[in-house]
C-alpha cells in the first residue's frame, strides 16, 4: 500500500462519503494532487441514510441523474398527525419539476461519487483510516494513516475532515464539534420488502407517542420495498429509537406482515452549527461539521455543497501560498451567507414543531394545506404557520419564534 | 467504563459523536471505549438507538 501513494500531496480528504468526494473530484478538477482514505472496506456501506433526496439536489451538486442508481421518482409527501389525519403534499410538475424527489441507492451512489473523484484525478484508499494528525511546529502537516495493522504518514499543506458523525479528526485539530444530546437525533431503519405502500409517495408519522421530537419515515424504494425508519430525540424518552420502531410497525398489518433486509442506524445532527470551521491548514465539512437540514435531516446535498466549498476554498489558499486559518475562513463565510442562515432559520421550526403536544398537532393537520409545508423544508411560509399557530393563546409565544 | 455488546451494536458511531471526553473510536472491530478518558458520564448509552451500550459500573 505504501508504495501506491506519494509521501506527500497539497490536500487529504478524511472520509469518503458526498462531502468527502465533492471535496476530492472539485479540488482534483482546479489541478491540486489529492489523496482521500476511508476507514470502511467499502464506499458507502452499510449505508446510514433514508436516501430520499429532492430534484433540485441534484440541480445543485451538478450531478446527472442516472438509472443505476435511482430506485424510485416520488411525486408527493402524506404527512400523518397523530390522530391519522393525513395532509398530502403533492409535488406539482406541470409548475416545476423542482418539487419532484428521488428515493436512490446511497450504496452505489455514494461509489459514484467517488468514482467521480478517481477520474478527475485524486487518489483514494480504502480500508484505510486516519488515525491522527500530524503536526509541525504546531501547525497541521499531514495525517497518519493506519492500513492492516502498519501505520505510516503521509504530508499535506491542507487536510480536510469529512468524516461524518464519528468524527475525531477535527476534535484533534482543536474545533469543538461533540454533538449535544438535544441537537443529535437518534435514528435506526429497517429497509423493508413485501409491505403495502404508496409507492409514489414518502409518508411521515408524527407524534409525541409515535416519535418524540422527530417522525417516523416511508421511503418507497420500489412498489413493495421502502426505507422504513424512525428519528427521535433522546432528552425527549428514555425509550430506545428501535422500541418506537418495531411499536410502529407491530401496530400496522401492511408493515408487519414484512420483511427486513437490512437494518440501519444512525445520528443525525440537528443543529449545533459551528461559527467557524476551519483551522490553519485545516477545515471540516458535512456532517462533521453538523451541516445538515435540521427540519427533515436531510445531509447528502447539504455534505456535497459544503465539501465542494472547502475545496474551492483550500484549492484558493494553495494558490495564494497563505493556509492560515484566516484565509481559511472565507469557507466560513460563504457558508453561512449561503447555507447556513436558512438552515438556523429551519433550526428554530424544528425548535416549534418539537415543543407541540399531539392535540397541537392535530389542529395544524386541520389548518395547514399540502402547499403550505412545501416550503417549510426551505425555510418558506413561516409566517403562514406562526400565524395558526397563534389561533391557540397558549402557543403565541411559541409561534412568535418563527417571525 | 462503557461495554459494548457487539451482537447488538450497528457501528454507526452515534455514540462516538456525542461522547464529550472524546473516549469512543469506531474501529473495524466495532466501538472501542479508551479507559482512561471515559468518565462513565451515560450520554452514549442514552443515545444509542438500539441499546447496545452499558456502564460497567467501575467508576462513580
Ligand atoms: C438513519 C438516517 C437516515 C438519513 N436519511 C437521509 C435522507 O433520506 N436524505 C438525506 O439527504 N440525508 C439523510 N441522512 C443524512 C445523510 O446520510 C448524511 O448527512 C450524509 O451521509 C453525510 O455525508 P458526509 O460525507 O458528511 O458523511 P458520511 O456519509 O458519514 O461519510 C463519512 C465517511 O468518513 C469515514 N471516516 C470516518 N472517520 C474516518 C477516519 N478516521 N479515517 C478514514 N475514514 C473515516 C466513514 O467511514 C464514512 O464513510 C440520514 C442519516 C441517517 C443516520
Redesign the pocket.
Known sequence: MKDFIDESYDMIV????????AAAMTAAKAGLNVLM????AE??CP???????SEN?FERMGIKKNEKWLNRKITGTNIYAPNGKSVKVLFDPTTSDNYTGWIIE?KMF?KMLADMAAKSGAKILTK????SLLRENEKISGVRLEFNGRQWDVRAKIVIA????????AREAGLETTSKLSEFIS???FEMSNIDIDPDSIELYFGNEIAPGGYV?I?PKSEHRA?V?I?IRKTMTSKSAIKYLNEFINSRPGLKKGSILEV?????PVGGFLDSMVCDNFIV????AH??NPI????????FLA?RMAAETAAEAIKKGDMSKEALSVYDDRWWKERGKRLKKIQKLREVVEKLSDDDLNFLAEELEGSDIVGFARAEGFGKLAKILMKRPKLILLARKLL | MIRVDRKVCLR??GCVAVCPHSALR?TEHGIICDEEKCKDCGICIEFCPVKALESRGDKE
Do not use: M, Y
Open positions: 478524511v472520509g469518503a462519503g458526498p462531502a468527502g468526494s482514505v476511508e476507514k470502511r464506499i458507502g449505508k446510514r441514510c433514508g436516501e430520499g433526496i439536489g446511497r455514494d484505510t483510516e486516519v488515525v469529512a468524516d461524518g458523525i464519528e468524527s475525531r479528526i435514528a435506526v431503519q419515515w421511503f426505507n425508519g428519528g440501519n442506524a444512525g445520528g443525525v465539512a458535512g456532517d462533521a451541516q445538515v427533515h435531516g436531510g445531509g447528502i446535498v447539504e455534505s465539501g | 454507526c458511531g469506531l
